[in-house]
């Protein structure tokens, strides 16, 4: 058994997402010594039959990897149930696991990045997630890697000390918050993170990823990021299930190998006011906010056109 963490891949309906994800990943230096695990979801509704078959027939002929093994899903599960079956699955055996999403570009040392960490951190109680993918913040006076409160869902990996504190229970996570702990969670209210789970129990969404952040923010945890963003979300175009047609978390991936990891077990001061400041002006003036607003909405009719 290889002793790296095994990868898991989530897709759906995307083609060229999915391809483009596939093409990445398996130029990282430590593909042909790592498992992958494709997790194929089935069709929500027969209008996405065509394509999901196109993705099932792309990752079919997927090469460069330790072993491969694709489970196929005969019904819809939806992303969240996916993730967090696949993950759960994959945990209990090898106690560790690396995640992929259908539309995130990796740089060829994302796989050694996440390999390395999982080694360093394995018995670090306080460390419960690493994250590849970093916001275009202010990088000067960062260290190369630094440890954060808040979790990245784009290219991640954990522990199965770590995972078994997720609490998918909306009510659960939500009575262990007061006005102070609401306050930190979302980044002195500068990030819609406090949002996202109100939402979620509403059932204006069904993110997982919302409910691991609480998981471990609840649990006093702390994430592993790098300064300079190893992945490139691609999805980002109005096809994505949560994402909508912007720009704003666009970066450039960086191509070196990450040498670097933190000895002190604490949130990086430095890094966390350079991501406040990023989320207090991501969206830019005025001015700027009305103009994506009428170009998202006439890209989403454009995208209704050419998909209807």
Same mark, same amino acid.
């Given at each position: ?8 891949l989530f ?18 230096t ?5 498992i992958?695990?494709?997790f ?20 079919? *002929? ?8 694709i489970?196929?899903r005969?019904?819809n599960?939806?992303l ?9 699955t994959?945990i209990?055996k090898?106690?560790?696991?690396i ?5 995130l570009i ?5 796989l050694?990045y996440?390999n390395?960490a ?6 670090e109680e ?12 202010l *990088? ?13 869902s784009?290219g991640?990996?954990?522990?199965a000390?770590?995972w ?5 229970n ?7 918050f007061?006005?102070? /702990?609401i306050h930190? %969670?979302s980044?002195?209210? /500068?990030?819609n993170?406090?949002?996202?789970i109100q939402e979620? /129990? ?12 609480a998981?471990? %923010?609840?649990?006093?945890?702390l994430?592993?990021?790098p300064a300079?963003?190893?992945i ?11 994402s909508?047609?912007?720009t704003?978390?666009?970066v ?13 077990i604490?949130?990086?001061k430095?890094a966390?006011q350079?991501?406040?400041?990023? %989320?207090?002006n991501r969206?830019? *003036?005025l001015w ?9 909405k006439?890209?989403? /009719?454009?995208?209704?056109?050419? *998909?209807?």
């Amino acid at each position: 058994m290889s002793n790296l963490a095994p990868i898991a891949l989530f897709v759906y309906n995307r083609p060229e997402h999915t391809r483009r994800t596939l093409q990445a990943l398996k130029q990282n230096t430590r593909a042909p010594e790592s498992i992958l695990f494709i997790f194929s979801d089935g069709p929500k509704t027969a209008a996405d039959t065509a394509s999901v078959n196109e993705v099932r027939s792309i990752i079919k *002929t997927t090469s460069g990897f330790k072993s491969l093994e694709i489970i196929e899903r005969k019904t819809n599960d939806g992303l969240a149930n996916s993730i967090i079956g696949g993950v759960s699955t994959l945990i209990v055996k090898y106690g560790k696991v690396i995640v992929f999403e259908d539309d995130l570009i990796s740089s060829p040392h994302t796989l050694h990045y996440f390999n390395d960490a999982l080694v360093r951190y394995e018995t670090e109680e306080k460390v419960m997630h690493i994250g590849a993918y970093m916001y275009p913040i202010l *990088t000067e006076h960062i260290p190369e890697t630094f440890f954060y409160r808040a979790a990245s869902s784009w290219g991640w990996a954990t522990w199965a000390r770590a995972w078994s504190h997720f609490e998918p229970n909306i009510d659960q996570l939500i009575q262990q918050f007061d006005y102070q /702990k609401i306050h930190e %969670f979302s980044i002195e209210g /500068k990030m819609n993170f406090w949002k996202q789970i109100q939402e979620f /129990k509403r059932g204006k969404n069904n993110s997982w990823a919302i409910r691991w952040y609480a998981s471990i %923010f609840l649990n006093e945890g702390l994430t592993l990021n790098p300064a300079c963003s190893l992945i490139q979300n691609i999805g980002h175009d109005g096809t994505g299930i949560h994402s909508g047609i912007n720009t704003m978390y666009d970066v450039s991936i960086n191509p070196k190998k990450i040498t670097f990891f933190p000895d002190q077990i604490q949130e990086n001061k430095v890094a966390y006011q350079a991501l406040k400041y990023f %989320f207090e002006n991501r969206k830019g *003036t005025l001015w700027k906010r009305i103009i994506r607003f009428l170009r998202n909405k006439a890209n989403s /009719k454009k995208l209704y056109f050419w *998909t209807s």
